[in-house]
């Protein structure tokens, strides 16, 4: 987990709408390693959806407004290369997945296949992967459907399904599960994990902070557009101080807490359910 | 408010039988929660309280009067409905002007709406923003701004689909104290959601939906003890919850300090 894959430099961001008023990021640097599962928090209007986009190059390439310091992606600067080639190594599944689906494809299978034509891979190559892709997120079932048919929880599965499409090594989820129940969110979190494991680096943005405590090798937290600081889910959510940014810690945290504050529990403030429930249980046999 | 669902069926031009027959009352100012897996039959459902979706068989009764008496238009002053997609809801050009679009529809005289207004944008934390263009605020604003605009109409119910989708702690906040006031002020409100901490934390009763039809209708309590039957709808209890079944506390918590109580009843 040592090659750096992602590295921002100095990066900021004004729009150049009536939003620029302010730097929408301001002087931002970290990088992600290779494998690496690395997730970034923050307030609404912190500068998370923007890191997104300049992440894989829709800034500046697409969105209007000045751009400081650079992003490199596998130690290319992303003002350097096109979306094309970007989309191949870094894939973006959009908040909101309205705005993520062409609505110019038919039906699903050519919504999914989308992206593969315009980037020159095989029409067999294609077939193969639209299959795969439509079993793995589950919507196999749904492949000569019109796309403008879905639901709110089938967009999202599709959206995701036309940016793992592209095999990209490192794969960006600004808040990609808003419109999915809540163990289909989690199905979709078992992919990631396991794309994650064979190798694929994430950068995940997520309001779910018993998601990122579970899921995260380390933690980001933006606070008006700046970095607060990076650290291990364990030390930035047993920080007292993370409230005051806006953020909240997982209940699991909070639990754990308030056993200590009461003198029932003395170990590690636990940020995951199952190690919760092992500690309440052995603090209950004391 | 009175509303009444009796074997209702929906099917789509498509084909699909969103609704399967089911049948319901909601009365009342305690706000509801409507869960459920994805494509279960929420939104159709909801979308039937005001007559946005003609039942294709069985009644709807709005206060005893059948929903196909009236125009969706006409509905509008008794329920209120905030899309999914803010998007989908904003076409005029500042906060003011969607704030007073409603009202004036339905004929709420100026003064009134005057009046309204500032109430409604301080509880949507929109006071500063009336003349801004909902486009240039933020994710949360947007959404703020949405169910202000249907607040401003003072339907007798409101019902919210996906509001929690995308907000932070102080959008959350803000969202709670709204649920909390529309009771304080006897509006019906009705809300679809995935967020089990906020249904929990929020809503007296809760509704499971499941394939077109309902799974389980009781208390929060009554219906997060269900874990079994929950799990065929693709739903799970909030976190707190999870861990004081999981660790054998035998009742069903929403929050720290009842998770506590529950925990110092088992040791003592």
Redesign the interface.
């Known amino acids: 987990m040592d090659k750096i894959v992602v590295e921002a430099k100095g990066l900021g961001f004004r729009y150049r709408d009536a939003s620029g008023k302010r730097k929408a990021l301001d002087d931002v640097s970290f990088d992600v390693r290779e494998g690496e599962f690395f997730c970034v928090i923050g307030a609404n209007g912190s500068g998370k959806s923007t890191l997104c986009n300049a992440l894989v190059g829709l800034i500046p390439h697409y969105f209007a407004g000045r751009m400081k310091g650079t992003v490199l992606v596998h130690g290319a600067d992303t003002r350097e290369s096109t979306i094309g080639d970007l989309s191949m190594r870094i894939g973006l599944v959009f908040q909101n997945p309205f705005n993520q689906l062409s609505y110019t494809a038919g039906t699903v299978a050519e919504e999914l296949a989308y992206g593969l034509g315009n980037r020159g891979v095989p029409r067999e190559e294609m077939v193969r992967r639209v299959e795969r892709v439509a079993k793995l997120m589950r919507i196999d079932h749904i492949v000569h459907k019109n796309p403008l048919e879905l639901s709110g929880g089938q967009v999202q599965r599709v959206a995701f399904g036309s940016t793992f499409i592209a095999e990209p090594s490192i794969l960006v989820l600004d808040e990609c599960t808003t419109q999915l129940d809540p163990l289909g969110s989690e199905e979709i979190f078992d992919i990631v994990k396991e794309l994650n494991k064979s190798g694929v680096t994430v950068i995940m943005v997520d309001h779910d902070m018993e998601r990122v405590a579970r899921c995260a090798d380390r933690v980001m937290v933006l606070e008006g557009g700046k970095v607060a600081v990076i650290d291990s889910p364990a030390r930035i959510f047993g920080d007292p101080d993370i409230l005051a940014r806006g953020v909240a810690a997982p209940d699991y945290v909070a639990i754990c807490r308030a056993l200590k504050d009461r003198g029932y529990y003395s170990g590690d403030l636990e940020v995951e359910e199952e190690s919760t429930i092992a500690a309440v249980k052995e603090s209950l046999s004391k | 408010m009175m509303i009444e669902i009796q074997n209702l069926r929906h099917v789509y031009p498509?084909g699909d039988e969103a609704l399967k027959g089911l049948s319901l009352a909601i009365s009342g100012t305690s706000p509801v929660a409507i869960i459920?897996?994805?494509?279960?039959g929420k939104?159709t459902l909801v979308k039937h309280f005001n007559g946005i979706l003609r039942p294709t068989s069985g009644q709807v009764l709005i206060d005893g009067e059948s929903i196909e008496s009236r125009s969706t238009a006409k509905w509008a002053k008794e329920v209120g409905y905030v899309f999914?997609?803010p998007d989908d809801q904003i076409f005029l050009e500042t906060v003011r002007k969607e704030f007073e679009f409603g009202p004036t529809q339905i004929g709420m005289p100026e003064e009134r709406i005057k009046e309204r207004i500032g109430l409604i944008a301080e509880l949507c934390g929109l006071e500063g923003k009336l003349d801004?263009?909902p486009f240039?605020l933020?994710?949360?604003e947007k959404k703020f701004c949405t169910i202000g605009a249907v607040l401003m109409m003072d339907p007798k119910a409101v019902v919210f689909d996906?509001p929690t989708?995308?907000?932070?702690?102080?959008?959350n906040r803000r969202l709670c104290g709204i649920v909390k006031k529309l009771e304080e002020m006897g509006t019906l409100c009705i809300t679809i959601s995935?967020d089990?901490?906020f249904v929990a934390g929020n809503f007296r009763r809760a509704i499971v939906m499941c394939k077109g039809r309902i799974l389980l209708d009781g208390s929060v309590e009554e219906v997060f003890a269900e874990v079994e039957t929950l799990?065929q709808?693709?739903?799970?209890p909030?976190?707190?919850t999870?861990?004081a079944q999981?660790?054998?506390?035998g009742k069903t918590v929403f929050s720290?300090e009842a998770?506590?109580r529950a925990?110092e009843a088992?040791?003592a």
């Open positions: 498509t459920g897996q994805n494509g279960s939104t999914q997609n801004m263009h240039d933020t994710s949360t996906e989708c995308g907000q932070d702690i102080e959008g995935h089990m901490k799990k709808s693709f739903v799970s909030p976190p707190i999870r861990v999981g660790a054998g506390l720290v998770f506590i925990y088992r040791r």
